[in-house]
């Protein structure tokens, strides 16, 4: 594989850093470098930018509202967008939802919820796990019981994202409890709205409200919000998981992340020598940057195939295995850093406009909770060790 930028990559970068200078608030992209807390507003406004741009549904196909870019192109886009301090697009809708929709879909369920999805009009949220219903998906116990013109669906959910905000919820639900765990599943389409529906908040270790419990009871859903057949949820929750995999992996994310650790180990700290000058931290920092340089050409493979017409299969669930292990040392490495000044956490300081003098330089208060959070990236969209036993099943037949 050619590594090098063609002219025409190099035009097309050119093109989006001029977008983003063009489009991206300052302020915003200000409170994304800084690790400010965001709003839903700052998520919806710059989602309406990309979608205005027609520049939203990069891996959506063209006749549904793509780009169709190349894989180099939207690794070009990604990189620009973190360097530049654009918010992350809540993937829910756009990047899980949508690919199931446009493969297992009806026709009606594409022309209705798609061009939504695009415009920004229903938030969606992921309701797959449960207590005890984590990385083993398929003993899941939420039930959906055939009433006539519709499903009443009674259980729940967790560690549901952003579902505080959501209009939408795509859920996995058993309708077949005689059968393997696996082919009694259904995937449905539930209107938060709906009757019967409660939403708590879950604090998390960072202190952040990120994530929920949704509770079901006797909530009735119809019939129509069924995707595809009947207890064949399962296949279509396996290939929307294909999709989230890769996308933890986060390259640009660890690659932006990489640059801002080695900036911050180079600084002369107060009382040391820069930490980037001792041999077993440099050591630490150049094997996280060999292992971020092999899993961005591989990730490049994955989509380049993709690109062409396959799935990525076992390829995602090693992307996710080795994208969240590199980010997790990324912080790990910054919070040592940083030394004293990444203990203190100031929940306050993450707010817009929080004027308090700092504890330490002024990139230090976020990175305890940046720590906290990426602890969770090694479990959500199935644990690690549940990608070691894909991975060991499907490539070494163990």
């Known amino acids: 594989m050619d590594m090098n930028f063609t002219p025409e990559e190099i035009a097309f970068r050119d093109e989006v850093r001029g977008f983003l200078k063009d489009k991206l608030p300052e302020a915003l992209a200000a409170k994304v470098k800084g690790g400010k807390r965001l709003l839903k507003a700052d ?5 309406k930018r990309l979608n205005e741009r027609g520049w939203l549904a990069w891996h959506w196909p063209v006749e549904q509202g793509g780009t169709g870019w190349t894989p180099i192109e939207k690794h070009i886009f990604e990189e620009e967008c973190v360097a530049a301090g654009a918010p992350r697009v809540v993937p829910f809708g756009l990047n899980m939802l949508g690919p199931v929709l446009i493969k297992f879909g009806s ?32 003993s899941l116990k939420t039930k959906a019981v055939r009433d006539g013109d519709h499903y ?56 952040e409200h990120e994530v929920n419990e949704v509770f079901f009871e006797d909530v ?10 009947e207890n064949k949820g399962w ?22 992340g990489l640059a801002h650790l080695k900036q911050v180990a180079a600084k002369q700290m107060k009382g040391r020598k820069p930490l980037a000058q ?14 971020l340089m092999a899993m961005e ?23 996710k295995i080795k994208g969240t292990e590199i980010r997790q040392e990324i912080t ?38 940046q720590y906290f959070n990426m602890r969770k990236v090694s479990i959500y969209g199935g644990s690690n060790e549940i990608q070691k036993n894909i991975v060991a099943k499907m490539m070494l037949g163990l």
């Open 107 to 138: 026709d009606e369920q594409r022309a209705h919820y798609l061009p939504r999805i695009l415009n920004g009009d229903d938030w969606w949220c992921q309701g797959y796990s449960e207590p005890g219903s984590g990385s083993d998906l398929a």
């Open 278 to 291: 001792d041999p077993l931290f440099a050591s630490r920092v150049a094997q996280v940057e060999i292992d």
């Open 152 to 207: 009443v669906v009674n259980g729940q959910k967790t560690w549901t994202t952003l579902g505080h905000f959501a209009d939408w919820i795509f859920c996995l639900v058993r309708t077949d409890s005689d059968c393997k765990p696996q082919q009694g599943i259904s995937f449905l389409l539930i209107d938060m709205k709906t009757p019967g529906i409660t939403v708590r908040p879950i604090v998390t270790l960072d202190g």
């Open 332 to 369: 790990d490495l910054l919070r040592r850093a940083l030394g004293p000044y990444a203990a203190p956490f100031v929940p306050e300081g993450l707010d817009e406009g929080y004027n308090e003098p700092p504890i330490g330089p002024d990139y230090a208060n976020p990175v305890a909770s």
């Open 235 to 256: 296949t279509y929750a396996k290939y929307l998981l294909t999709y989230e995999r890769t996308g933890i992996a986060g390259v640009a994310f660890a690659k932006s």
């Open 220 to 229: 009735r859903v119809p019939i129509g919000n069924l995707v595809g057949e």
């Open 297 to 319: 050409t591989f990730n490049l493979r994955t989509v380049s195939a993709a690109q062409h017409g396959g799935v990525p299969g076992v390829e995602s669930s090693m992307l």
């Open 43 to 47: 998520y919806e406004l710059w989602h």
